[in-house]
C-alpha cells in the first residue's frame, strides 16, 4: 500500500476550463465511503488515466488518514476488465486481485458488477454512446439504473492515449513518483526481478503497512503469472507511445465530466 504515503496532493496541478483549480474538485465531496472504479476495454487502457487513479487512492486515504496507519487498508479501487483481461494494475495498489474484474463485453452486465461493488466515483472510456434501451433488456434492469443515479457521484471520460477531446478537467504532473507505477507496470519482468531478489528482511523493511514478506512475496507470485498477460513488446509499445507523450517529463492527463446516464451510455 504505498501509495497512502508516496502520493501527496501537491503532486498535482488541476485546471477547470483553463482556470486553476484544486485537486479535491475533480471528484469533489469525497467521503469515507466512497469508492472508485475504472472501466478499461484495451491492453493498459486505463494507464491513460493514471493520475485519476492515483488521485482516487489520495482521496480514499484523505478521508480517513488512519488507514494509512492503525486501520491501515489499501484504497476500494476497482478496474473492469471489458470483454479480455487488459494487464496487471497492482503496482497501482489495485489489490488485493479480486479488485481486477472481468466482465463479458455487455453494458448491462457491466452495470451490474459496478453496481455490486458499490462504485460512487466511475471512469470509463471515450467512445459512441448506446442507447440506455440495455438497461431495461435486462431483468428488472430499471433497478439498477435507479441504484446507479442513487449512489454514483462523479463519472469522468478518459482516453487511453490520455488525452480527451472536449475535455473540461486537466491534470499535470512532473514529479517522478505519479509516473513510477506505469513504468512498473508496463516494465513487469524488472519489476518482479527486483522484489524477487530483496531478501525477507529487506521486504519488511520497506515499511508497505502492515504487509509481511509473506504477503509481499505472495503477490509478486501473483503478478508475476499475469505478466504474459499481454506481450512485452506491446507493452514496450504503449510505453515508447507514453514517454513521447511527457516532453519534459511532463505528464498531463485530460477528462470530461458527464453525468450518471451519460457514462451509463459509454459502458
Known amino acids: 500500500m504505498h501509495v497512502a504515503t508516496d502520493v501527496k496532493a501537491h503532486l498535482f496541478d488541476v485546471s477547470f476550463d483553463g482556470t486553476r483549480g484544486s485537486p479535491r474538485d475533480v471528484m469533489p465531496d469525497w467521503s469515507r465511503h466512497d469508492r ?3 472501466v478499461v476495454r484495451e491492453p493498459f487502457g486505463a494507464l491513460g488515466a493514471s493520475l485519476l487513479i492515483q488521485l482516487a487512492a ?3 486515504y484523505e478521508a480517513r488518514p488512519d488507514r494509512r496507519s492503525e486501520n491501515a487498508q489499501y484504497p476500494q479501487t476497482y478496474l473492469f476488465h471489458v470483454g479480455g483481461a487488459f494487464g496487471d494494475h497492482s503496482s497501482f495498489d489495485v489489490w488485493p486481485a479480486r479488485h481486477e474484474v472481468a466482465v ?3 453494458p448491462g452486465a457491466l452495470l451490474g458488477e459496478i453496481n455490486d461493488r458499490g462504485i460512487t466515483r466511475l471512469a ?3 467512445g459512441p454512446a448506446r442507447s440506455l434501451d440495455y438497461i ?3 431483468p428488472s434492469g430499471w433497478t439498477d439504473r435507479s441504484a446507479a443515479l442513487d449512489r454514483i457521484s462523479s463519472v469522468l471520460v478518459y482516453s487511453p492515449d490520455g488525452q480527451v477531446p472536449c475535455h473540461d478537467v486537466t491534470m499535470t504532473a512532473a514529479d517522478p513518483q505519479l509516473e513510477l507505477m506505469a513504468s512498473w507496470t508496463l516494465r513487469a519482468e524488472e519489476t518482479k526481478r527486483h522484489f524477487d531478489h530483496l531478501t525477507d528482511q529487506e521486504l519488511v523493511e520497506m515499511e508497505i503497512g502492515p504487509s509481511t514478506a509473506a504477503d509481499l512475496r505472495a503477490w509478486t507470485a501473483a503478478f508475476g503469472q499475469r505478466i504474459n498477460e ?3 513488446a506491446q507493452r514496450k509499445a504503449i ?8 516532453p519534459g517529463l511532463v505528464r ?3 477528462f470530461r465530466r458527464v453525468s450518471v446516464d451519460e457514462g451509463l451510455a459509454l459502458l
Open 36 to 38: 472508485f472504479g475504472i
Open 58 to 60: 489520495l482521496n480514499f
Open 104 to 106: 463479458a463485453d455487455d
Open 124 to 126: 470509463v472510456p471515450m
Open 136 to 138: 431495461d433488456a435486462g
Open 230 to 232: 499481454i506481450p512485452q
Open 239 to 246: 510505453a515508447l507511445r507514453r514517454r513521447q507523450g511527457m
Open 252 to 254: 498531463t492527463e485530460t
